[in-house]
C-alpha cells in the first residue's frame, strides 16, 4: 500500500535512519511507485515534520543533520531513476543553480537541479555557500539562460538580490532569466528583487523554466507590477 509506504518514508526522515530510508526507497522504485511521489508524499512530508519540531524547541541541531543524512541516502536511491526519465529529451535550455552566500541548505535546490535535469535542462551546480559574482561568472561562462538561486533562511534571501546585481554588474542580466525558491522566498518577494520568476517545488521550477525559455525566446521583457 503507497500510503503505508509513505508513512514510513515520513518517520524515517523523522528518526534520522538513513538506512531504512534508502531500503524504502529501493523498495518504492522496485514496486513501481513514482520516484516524485515518493519525494513528495513520503520524505518531503518528513522534513516538514523535523523543520516544525526543531522551530518548537522538540529537536536539536543534530537531529535536524540525522534527518538530512536520511533524506540525502533516499536521494541517492531516487535521483538516479529520476535522471533516466530525461535522458532522451532534447535540450531544454541551460541553468545554472546555486544556493545563496551564507547558506548550506542543499537538498531542495539539488532535487530542483535533478527535475531540470530530468526534463531536459543542461544543469550546473554550483553548491552551497555561493556569491554572486560566482553566479555570473559562470552564467558567462556557460551562456546560461536561467540562474536558479536557492534560500532557506530568512537571513540570506537577501543575497538573492546580491546574485541580481552581480548580473547586472556584469552586464548579463538582460540575457539571463532569474528564478528563485526556498522554504521563506514568496512570489511577492521575487517580484521585489526583480527576479523573472518564483516557483514553490521542484516540478513547478520546471514549469517556471520552460517558461522563462518562452519568454527568453520571445524576447519578452517581464512587467513589474
Ligand atoms: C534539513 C535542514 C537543515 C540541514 C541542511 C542539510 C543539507 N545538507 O541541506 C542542516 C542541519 C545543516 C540545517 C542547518 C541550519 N538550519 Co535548517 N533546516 C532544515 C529543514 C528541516 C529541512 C530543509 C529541507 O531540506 N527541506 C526539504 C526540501 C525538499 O524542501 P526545500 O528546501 O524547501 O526545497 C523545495 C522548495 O523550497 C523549492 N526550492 C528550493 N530551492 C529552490 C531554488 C529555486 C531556483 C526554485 C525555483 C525552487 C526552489 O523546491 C524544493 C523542492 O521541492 C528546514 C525546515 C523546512 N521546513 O524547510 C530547516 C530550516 C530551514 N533551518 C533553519 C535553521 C534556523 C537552520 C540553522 C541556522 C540552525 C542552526 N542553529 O545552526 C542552520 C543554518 C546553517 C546555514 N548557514 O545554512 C530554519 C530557518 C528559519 C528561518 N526562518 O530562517 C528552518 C526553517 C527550521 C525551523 N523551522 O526553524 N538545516
Do not use: C
Not at 60 to 89: C, I, W
Not at 131 to 142: Q, V
Request: charged share 20%; glycine share 10%.
Amino acid at each position: 500500500m503507497p500510503d503505508d509506504l509513505f508513512s514510513t518514508m515520513r518517520q524515517s526522515i523523522i528518526d534520522g535512519a538513513p538506512d531504512t530510508a534508502s531500503s524504502l526507497a529501493r523498495q518504492a522504485v522496485d514496486s513501481g511507485v513514482a520516484p516524485l511521489d515518493a519525494i513528495n508524499n513520503g520524505y518531503v512530508p518528513g522534513m516538514h515534520d523535523v523543520g516544525e519540531q526543531f522551530a518548537k524547541g522538540q529537536m536539536f541541531l543534530p537531529d535536524m543533520m540525522a534527518s538530512a543524512e536520511a533524506m540525502r541516502a533516499a536521494m541517492a536511491v531516487l535521483d538516479p531513476e529520476l535522471t533516466k526519465l530525461g535522458a532522451e529529451r532534447p535540450m531544454a535550455g541551460v541553468v545554472v543553480l546555486g544556493t545563496t552566500k551564507g547558506d548550506i541548505h542543499e537538498i531542495g535546490k539539488t532535487l530542483v537541479g535533478t527535475l531540470l535535469s530530468a526534463h531536459g535542462f543542461r544543469v550546473h551546480d554550483l553548491g552551497v555557500d555561493v556569491e554572486g559574482d560566482t553566479f555570473a561568472a559562470k552564467a558567462r561562462e556557460l551562456g546560461a539562460d536561467i540562474v536558479g538561486v536557492s534560500a532557506l533562511l530568512t537571513t540570506t534571501m537577501r543575497n538573492q538580490k546580491g546574485v541580481i546585481e552581480s548580473l547586472e554588474k556584469a552586464g548579463l542580466r538582460s540575457q539571463v532569466k532569474v528564478m528563485v525558491g526556498g522554504a521563506p522566498v514568496t512570489r511577492r518577494w521575487a517580484e521585489e528583487i526583480g527576479a523573472d520568476g518564483y516557483a514553490k517545488d521542484a516540478m513547478s521550477a520546471v514549469d517556471l523554466a520552460r517558461e522563462l525559455m518562452q519568454q527568453k525566446l520571445q524576447g519578452v521583457v517581464p512587467v513589474q507590477t
